[in-house]
């Protein structure tokens, strides 16, 4: 059996096709799909702009009732410039770490888009994407986000000792636990990254890079 | 592009050429779950595609391009992991399958001896048996066409070589 006889057989499918498609179902299932993947998105965007917009909002918050208690009792406030300078710099940092995800998703999906079409292209388009999802530099971003969240607490808890006059030594114990629980949420997200790479980014990237391999290999 | 004529293109491509991705879908998965999950997948991604859609290549050549390139790295694990780890949503009944009886056996020995070949090699192997020249396959699946050249040589022997054997016994 030659060649034009294998492809005489298997053009025999055009005629009597080996499945069919419930199109009503397809419909709904191209729906359902599309209105995931938008929601999908949205939460992503939303999470990162919350999350910055949130916090240099706290900052803000804070900032303002430092200064109204410098106004209000300039002698007795007991502030000195790093109180003022710890919301700043939260604050700036809350912001520029927003945007820096946001620039960088950006920059993700345009280099995305540089990739053709052909097998070869969408290969390297899947690996770009897992390389990016396993970058030290987004995850630096996240931790930076995490470390922000953690410091926050305990600002406003030394900021709360000064605007009552106590001395921080009292409530040393809080701070104790604040930050103990800030080291424990970044170890913690730390180690969920870290998992998330090894057990589906690293395997999901050898697979397509095997793939690659194959596409290469005579 | 709207969603409704979006769904238009969509639904023109599938009358007409439906059966590029009942081949896909048959050559890269194997049992019948597996069969809805991949169709299910490869018909999002043909939907998706239609914006992208230039006319530069003809419709079977472009759907032939996505529904390879979804099947090819797609698993049923992967699939959940592109959708944030999810459970994918089969529609069951999405696809059927037609009775033993209906089906050809030389194309059932067909699908068998291309389910041997490599990953790639199978893209090659059912873009050849469709038709597609050289060029064309060099395009879609991104090699030079000396190395698809190779590649023919090597799926035409291995096809021959069973076909002997079996004539043999």
């Not at chain 1, 999908?40 to 910055?52: G, L, Q």
């Not at chain 1, 940092?93 to 993700?108: E, K, M, N, P, T």
């Not at chain 2, 199978?122 to 090699?143: C, H």
Request: charged fraction near 25%; hydrophobic fraction near 45%.
């Amino acid at each position: 059996m030659n060649l034009d006889d294998l492809m005489a057989v298997w053009r025999t499918q055009d005629a009597a096709p080996l499945h069919d498609v419930n199109k009503t179902l397809l419909h709904l299932a191209l729906r359902q799909d599309e209105a995931k993947l938008q929601k999908w998105r949205r939460i992503e965007r939303w999470i990162i702009y919350a999350m910055s917009a949130g916090f240099a909002a706290g900052m803000a918050l804070f900032l303002a009732n430092m200064i109204g208690l410098m106004i209000s009792r300039p002698n007795r406030n007991g502030l000195t410039g790093w109180d003022l300078a710890l919301p700043v710099v939260g604050a700036i940092a809350a912001l520029i770490s927003g945007r820096a995800i946001y620039v960088r998703q950006r920059a993700q999906a345009l280099r995305e888009q540089s990739f053709g079409e052909s097998l070869r292209d969408q290969l390297n388009r899947r690996i770009a994407r897992l390389d990016y999802q396993a970058t030290t530099l987004h995850r630096t971003l996240i931790l930076v986000m995490v470390l922000l969240t953690g410091i926050c607490p305990i600002a406003l808890n030394v900021a709360l000792s000064r605007m009552n006059e106590k001395s921080i030594r009292d409530d040393g114990y809080l701070i104790v636990w604040l930050s103990l629980m800030c080291i424990w949420s970044v170890a913690a997200s730390i180690w969920a990254l870290r998992r998330s790479v090894q057990k589906d980014i690293l395997p999901h990237k050898r697979r397509l890079e095997a793939l690659l391999k194959e596409l290469d290999g005579l | 592009m709207h969603d409704s004529e979006r769904d238009r293109i969509f639904g023109e491509w599938l009358a007409g050429h439906k059966g590029i991705l009942f081949k896909v879908v048959h050559a890269y998965a194997f049992e019948h779950a597996d069969r809805q999950d991949l169709f299910q997948e490869v018909a999002v991604q043909v939907w998706r595609s239609v914006d992208a859609f230039r006319g530069e290549s003809s419709v079977p050549t472009w759907m032939y391009r996505v529904a390879l390139n979804t099947a090819i790295a797609w698993t049923r694990k992967e699939g959940r992991h592109q959708r944030g780890k999810e459970q994918l949503e089969v529609a069951e009944g999405l696809l059927t399958t037609a009775s033993a009886a209906q089906r050809d056996p030389r194309v059932e020995w067909l699908y068998h001896q291309i389910a041997q070949l490599k990953d790639v090699d199978r893209s090659v192997a059912l873009l050849l048996l469709d038709g597609f020249s050289y060029k064309e396959i060099a395009g879609i699946v991104g090699l030079t066409e000396s190395n698809v050249g190779v590649k023919i040589n090597r799926i035409k022997s291995a096809l021959a070589g069973k076909r002997e054997e079996e004539t043999a016994l």
